[in-house]
């Protein structure tokens, strides 16, 4: 089992619609979540963190943390072109090792 | 201003030569690690270390080298080794204690001619 696994898309959504994107990861002791966004060619930027089960609301985006499911997502609402990205779930697991999934490619067609 | 600065950003390399890629951070962050990308892949880990002195393989460290003698610069080896290295190359930094995220520099772009 991978550590930290994406759906694989690529997710296209239209203008306006809500984008929802999952990851699971597989270590129970993990305590620290991250979703990132990539342009191509570009470094990641940190979207949301989570740290603790339930929601997190910043703006446009809501994270979702359930430990007992070992699940976090992000929602995007009101998707815009420019939201057109790779985006990335990184996890911290023991030692402070920070795990990325493969990233989910989201097309926001205008 | 504070940041992570990675050297240089595009690199050819020889088959059979060693590179170094650079990574210095003025953050004061403990924890520094190396990624690698290949096209339409997310970020594998090739090495990470939390303290001076100290680090850790990832899940393809073969073929890699790291050092940490500083708490600011973190450099990655590229040895003759590693069979297949064209890649692009990210270096993050975080802070150890807390719930905190990773930055990362702008990459190095590697290219084996």
């Known amino acids: 089992q991978k550590e930290v696994e994406q759906n694989s898309g690529p997710l296209s959504v239209p203008e306006g619609a809500i984008a929802s994107l999952n990851c699971t990861y597989s270590?129970?002791?993990?305590?620290?979540f991250f979703w990132y966004r990539q342009y191509s060619g570009k470094s990641p930027e940190l979207i949301m963190s989570i740290y603790s089960n339930g929601d997190k609301e910043d703006g446009r985006f809501t994270a979702q943390l359930n430990k007992a499911s070992q699940y976090v997502s992000l929602l995007i609402r009101d998707s815009q072109p420019s939201d057109s990205a790779t985006y990335l779930c990184?996890?911290?697991?023991?030692?402070?090792?920070?795990?990325f999934g493969k990233g989910t490619l989201l097309t926001v067609n205008p | 201003d504070g940041g992570i600065t990675q050297s240089p950003k595009y690199l050819f390399r020889k088959e059979g030569q060693n590179v170094t890629l650079s990574c210095e951070q003025n953050?004061?962050?403990?924890?520094m690690y190396w990624y690698r990308q290949d096209p339409g892949q997310g970020l594998r880990l090739i090495y990470y270390s939390q303290i001076v002195n100290d680090f850790q393989k990832g899940d393809i460290a073969e073929g890699y080298s790291v050092s940490r003698e500083k708490k600011e610069s973190f450099p990655l080896t590229v040895t003759s080794a590693q069979k297949n290295p064209t890649a692009f190359y990210l270096c993050a930094s975080r802070v150890r204690q807390g719930d905190t995220e990773a930055f990362f520099g702008q990459g190095t772009r590697l290219t084996v001619v």
């Open positions: 953050l004061n962050h403990d924890a």
């Open positions: 270590d129970r002791g993990s305590q620290s």
């Open positions: 990184a996890v911290e697991g023991s030692n402070y090792k920070l795990t």
